[in-house]
């Protein structure tokens, strides 16, 4: 056989393959604001202050209390400035002597000085109550987003649509910054205006309405312009949530050998480039659709305001209104248009966080539907059999059951070897008899108690398990033994795992040892080689020291030596517990009673190693394969 460098002997080398175009259907496919009405978006904005007030209050009352009556107090204090300067400006454009006049205008002046240095303060400590909400208000949504992913059920993260529903959700976290500002901003500028609005009124009545009409056409803009915002996230969540799982694993250093040594990062750099290009697509082709909103709104509210002015002209012109009450209506007019606008700009922007914050709710819900609800039955401390009842368990969107009709007996102080050939669902049949997934039909039951009404928390309480694919925490030696669930005061059960495993000698050399954070990216942290990692990965399991230890392919990356004392010590130790080894080294289930070969997610046979071995099966088959290398 002749390797060449060369990639293909028919012409030129074929381009990159660009991103998969990722699309769904069902529930999660449609924009929840495709068919919602302007006046329905709008009635969103009472239950989004009632939520904003709700969760608010929940993480510091003292400080809602406070942002309240700043809120009152400013709007009083605007109100107050309103009224002191149409006296003020009485005097200043009455009769008399500039100096008379001054004179009798200052007493008028000093309330609105007053009142506006007032509406100041009540500023300056709203936006002290927002700075003592806000933060918390994020951790509190942070960590109820990490608290609900961690508890739905296994089987979640395999339905349509709930990976890029969490996507969703995770902008609504970051979104909730901004709500309680907007929130308060936009409860500021309704005082203002209801304060301003009502000098306006009493000054003529047919100046609100026209100052109304003005800023309306700038509110339905905004509020459309959100809408668009959002159809265009909704519309890339999908690529977003694939973009960022993609550079995750572009730059994560465990991984920069095999981009480097393989060529990846030039057809990285193109894919991230790619997809990045047609996420920028779909929103710049929402920019000409804004912009004639923004116009076509904007020239409607052009056209009332200038027939506000005109209205105010024709008043003062007609002798319908003094000269003194005209100036105080400009003012009047100018500060109530002000508030308008505030008012329609924040009512916008906490139209539009709603709009992601109802993401992150709508995730939320979803992900308390898929929260285990099993039942109150607790799983005893000493557990003697965990039996299978003809267990069927398919995937969501699989066609056949990855396990299918399983019956099977597992007794305390037994050694039991599952082996089959890739995709034979090993790994699913020990999810199954965990609990981690619950079965489509059949029973698990661990002394006579079925999984699926059993708490699953007692349940797993009483497992340790080595997955396949196991996780290299960023935290300290001792917590990756103990996971944050340490047995005694001391180290010393932390040692005795250590040593069982035969890492002694790589943690006391260690920088802190126990205390040495495992992650060389951070300052100070340290990396151990994959076989280590492993070995560590066994402590885990060997330290929790349950009635069931599961093991699945738990020495592939280990050295004969550690491979060798792992082995030893299942076997030292298996008289008091139940333990499932999972492995395609064959020569390695000797260890096991007993051995359950599957085969298309069914038992194809079972024995001892002797007695499959001469058996001519599966396994005869499997392990004359293993040996003919």
Request: hydrophobic content about 45%; some cysteine; glycine content about 8%.
């Amino acid at each position: 056989m002749t390797v060449t460098d060369t990639p293909s002997t028919h012409g030129a080398t074929p381009p990159p393959p660009p991103p998969a175009t990722i699309s769904y259907e069902g529930e999660f496919g449609r924009n929840p604001l495709a068919e919602a009405g302007f006046g329905a978006m709008c009635r969103r904005l009472p239950g989004v202050l009632g939520h904003t007030l709700r969760m608010a209050w929940a993480v510091d009352r003292t400080a809602v209390v406070l942002l309240l009556v700043c809120q009152l107090l400013t709007g009083a204090a605007a109100a107050v400035v309103l009224a002191f300067t149409a006296r003020a400006l009485h005097h200043v454009l009455g009769t008399g002597s500039v100096t008379e006049r001054l004179h009798g205008a200052l007493p008028a002046l000093v309330v609105v000085a007053v009142a506006a240095g007032t509406g100041r303060v009540g500023g300056a400590l709203a936006a002290y109550a927002d700075g003592r909400i806000t933060p918390r208000l994020m951790t509190e949504a942070d960590i109820a987003l990490v608290t609900a992913v961690c508890r739905v059920e296994s089987a979640a993260y395999g339905e349509a649509g709930f990976a890029d529903r969490q996507e969703a959700a995770e902008v609504g976290a970051t979104r909730t910054r901004f709500m309680v500002q907007d929130a308060q901003r936009f409860l500021a500028a309704a005082i203002r205006m209801v304060t301003a609005g009502g000098v306006i009124t009493a000054l003529h009545w047919t100046m609100l309405p026209l100052l109304l009409l003005a800023v309306l056409p700038a509110g339905v803009g905004a509020v459309l312009s959100a809408r668009v915002d959002y159809e265009t996230h909704y519309l890339t969540i999908a690529d977003r949530n694939v973009r960022s799982m993609m550079r995750w694993w572009a730059t994560y250093s465990r991984f920069g050998d095999e981009v480097r040594a393989n060529g990846m990062t030039g057809y990285l750099v193109y894919w991230y480039r790619a997809l990045s290009d047609r996420i920028d697509r779909r929103a710049l082709s929402a920019a000409p659709r804004v912009l004639r909103i923004s116009l076509a709104t904007s020239a409607l509210g052009g056209l009332f305001l200038l027939g506000t002015w005109g209205l105010l002209a024709w008043l003062a012109a007609t002798g319908r209104v003094a000269l003194p009450v005209a100036a105080t209506a400009v003012v009047a007019v100018q500060t109530t248009l002000a508030a308008l606008g505030q008012f329609v700009l924040h009512g916008a922007a906490l139209f539009h966080t709603s709009l992601y914050l109802a993401d992150m709710r709508s995730f939320l819900d979803q992900a308390a539907e898929r929260a285990p609800r099993r039942g109150p039955a607790t799983v005893p401390e000493r557990v003697d059999e965990i039996r299978l009842e003809d267990v069927v368990y398919r995937y969501p969107g699989r066609e056949q059951p990855a396990v299918d009709g399983v019956s099977l007996t597992l007794r305390r102080g037994e050694i039991l070897a599952v082996v089959g050939e890739n995709g034979s669902g090993k790994s699913t049949l020990v999810k199954l008899i965990t609990g981690i997934l619950l079965a489509d039909r059949g029973r698990v039951l661990w002394d006579g108690i079925d999984l699926a009404g059993a708490d699953p928390d007692a349940v797993w309480k009483r497992t340790a398990l080595v997955p396949q694919n196991y996780a290299r925490w960023p935290l300290r030696a001792r917590e990756n033994v103990t996971l944050g669930q340490p047995r005694t005061f001391d180290d010393a059960p932390v040692w005795q795992a250590v040593d069982a495993v035969g890492l002694r000698e790589t943690i006391e050399g260690l920088p802190k040892q126990l205390d040495t954070l495992l992650a060389k990216e951070w300052w100070g942290g340290a990396e151990l080689s994959g076989g280590q990692w492993q070995r560590l990965a066994c402590a885990r399991a060997l330290y929790r020291r349950t009635p069931l230890l599961v093991l699945d392919e738990p020495t592939s990356q280990m050295d004969p030596r550690g491979e060798h004392r792992i082995l030893l010590e299942i076997k030292r130790i298996a008289a008091e517990r139940m333990t499932i080894v999972i492995t395609h080294q064959l020569q390695n289930t000797r260890l096991a009673d007993r051995i359950v070969v599957l085969r298309n997610g069914r038992v194809a046979e079972q024995g001892t190693y002797e007695e499959l071995a001469a058996a001519g099966g599966l396994f005869a088959e499997l392990l004359s394969l293993s040996e003919d290398r």
